[in-house]
């Protein structure tokens, strides 16, 4: 029993490995359409500083944040999610702050970022250079103030699952919201398996023809071929819907 259970991981292991060069070549051979599809703004492409943070728990969180300094971590990536390697460390708060008022929450954590892990904050020994993507964000309840980030490796060779933000754009000649009509919108993030150097900032819907009754689903969205939607194709993005309730009341 014991060694049909490792031969299935075995098989199961080089499965996701096949799949994840062959996704990989795809893009590399497709890399000359990128001028097609939305890139991340370079004004935004900071480097977050970083030092070690020994320990772990809720009272060295709390330290650190009385300081001005974010508890984080940063894992490999293993499965495009999940990872192990774990190394703690504390990042600046008010730098995570400034990017994610600057960017959006779900923006921030569709961006691929340079991470310097240092002995001091700029200045100190560097430990640890690395490509990283933001996967978790805590935010305060209350104040919406950062109270943890959870970073991922992402070196070129990486496929990684990434929520991109959807950007809605057509709606001035959209001929169902120029008849009145509203738009439903029922998604804001998509998930798609991304190699790490093709996750795009945010995905364009264009509503420019879409009408009364209509809707545009997953698999009408236009990416590059390299990512994989990893939800099913057949999900609603958003609907042209009837007039509200109180749209209607106002014309009685």
Excluded at 112 to 126: A, I, M, Q
Excluded at 189 to 212: H, M, N, Q, R, W
Excluded at 218 to 226: E, F, T, W
């Amino acid at each position: 029993m014991a060694l049909l259970i490792h031969r299935a991981l075995s098989n199961r292991t080089l499965h996701l490995r096949f799949f994840s060069q062959a996704a990989l070549a795809l893009a590399l051979d497709q890399s000359s359409s990128l001028d097609a599809f939305p890139r991340p703004d370079p004004k935004y492409a900071e480097t977050i500083l970083a030092v070690p943070r020994p320990t772990s728990g809720k009272n060295i969180a709390a330290k650190e944040r009385k300081v001005g300094r974010l508890p984080s971590i940063v894992f490999e990536q293993e499965d495009g999610q999940h990872g192990g390697n774990k190394r703690l460390i504390s990042v600046q708060t008010n730098q995570i702050r400034k990017l994610v008022k600057h960017l959006g929450q779900s923006f921030f954590l569709s961006r691929v970022f340079d991470l310097e892990v240092r002995s001091d904050f700029g200045t100190g020994d560097l430990i640890e250079k690395v490509r990283v993507l933001p996967r978790k964000l805590h935010l305060h309840a209350g104040t919406d103030a950062p109270l943890n980030v959870t970073f991922i490796r992402a070196p070129s060779n990486a496929l990684l699952k990434v929520d991109i933000p959807l950007v809605f754009r057509g709606e001035d000649v959209c001929p169902g919201l120029r008849k009145g009509l509203y738009l439903n919108t029922i998604k804001r993030t998509v998930k798609f398996l991304c190699p790490a150097d093709l996750i795009p900032p945010y995905i364009d819907v264009d509503l420019s023809e879409l009408d009364g009754g209509q809707k545009l689903v997953m698999g009408d969205l236009k990416v590059h071929p390299a990512l994989k939607l990893i939800q099913s194709k057949d999900e609603p993005v958003c609907k042209i819907m009837g007039a509200r309730v109180s749209d209607q009341q106002k014309k009685k």
